[in-house]
């Protein structure tokens, strides 16, 4: 009995979804539990049809290759008949250079695999939307000429290096859903000037930011306890505020050369950081 309420369950999900492109909006009921999904799903065949190679498995569909000519691309929610919960291989190798522009991703989608979109150096909108969990390592990096992109509000993790090299990105606003960024995630990213970070990250990882040479002030929110090796380094922060009394600042990039002035609460980590290594502090 048990196992057919789950199965009865696990069925309405996708035909809610389903459901959603029809009325224009996302549905407000819970995500599926992707990771569960693909971990107990049955690999059946791959296949491919005139725009995607994909593999199927007994409960969902995940996209291993573009072979498409559009350069504006929207990606299915649904192939023979089961939903599309993983998306890859849309970037350039060697021999494909990806001539993609903008990508659309339907709601249902969660996970955007390994190095999905990379190397993909024309792609420069992407409308996602707010059922992607997961952001895997290097899904969008070097993409030269993506210069904004909205995270949604069930976003969980962003990889090793998803971002990495967008020359091109102006801004980034982390959700408060996030728990994870990886190391190096949005490094040498030159453009990005505006960074909101969300309440859901306790950790800004090793490299984050490293090379992100238009950043000129940040705000560390106080849910952060630890800023990691060369976080900043190689930026032109003018100023950063930090709003945690017990945050580990290690070599994170900052010192007296940089001319960054501080600001923290007095007695906190960030000022004997900054009497450390005779920077600027100012109290908050």
């Known amino acids: 009995m048990k196992k057919s309420i789950k199965k009865l369950l696990s069925s309405l999900v996708p035909a809610i979804m389903l459901l959603s492109l029809f009325t224009g909006c996302e549905p407000n009921g819970p995500l599926p539990d992707y990771n569960s999904i693909i971990e107990n ?3 059946q065949k791959s296949a491919k049809n005139d725009d995607f190679e994909y593999s199927v498995y007994d409960t969902y569909v995940e996209i291993t290759k573009y072979i498409g000519s559009s350069t504006d691309v929207s990606i299915p929610s649904e192939i023979e008949n089961l939903p599309v919960y993983v998306i890859g291989g849309f ?8 001539l993609i522009t903008s990508v659309t991703i339907p709601y249902g989608v969660g996970i955007i695999s390994e190095n999905a979109f990379a190397y993909c150096k024309r792609l420069e909108s992407v409308s996602m939307p707010n059922s992607v969990v997961k952001i895997e390592s290097g899904a969008f990096a070097l993409c030269s000429r993506l210069d904004s992109i909205t995270l949604g509000n069930n976003l969980k993790t962003i990889e090793d290096n998803a971002f990495l090299s967008c020359s091109s990105l102006k801004e980034i606003k982390i959700p408060d859903s996030v728990t994870q960024v990886g ?9 990005l000037g505006s960074v909101e970070i969300g309440k859901g990250i306790t950790k800004i990882d090793q490299h984050t930011f490293q090379e992100c040479s238009s950043i000129l002030k940040i705000t560390i929110p106080e849910n952060v306890t630890e800023i990691g090796l060369d976080a900043f380094a190689s930026t032109n922060l003018q100023s950063i505020t930090i709003k945690g009394m017990d945050v580990e600042m290690r ?3 900052l010192s007296s050369r940089t001319n960054t002035i501080v600001y923290g609460y007095e007695n906190s980590t960030a000022q004997a950081f900054c009497e450390r290594n005779n920077m600027v502090f100012k109290p908050i």
Not at 183 to 191: D, E, G, L, P
């Open 41 to 43: 799903a049955s690999f």
């Open 91 to 98: 970037g350039s190798t060697n021999s494909n250079e990806s």
């Open 183 to 191: 190391v190096y995630a949005f490094a040498n990213c030159h453009q």
């Open 251 to 253: 070599s994170c990039g």
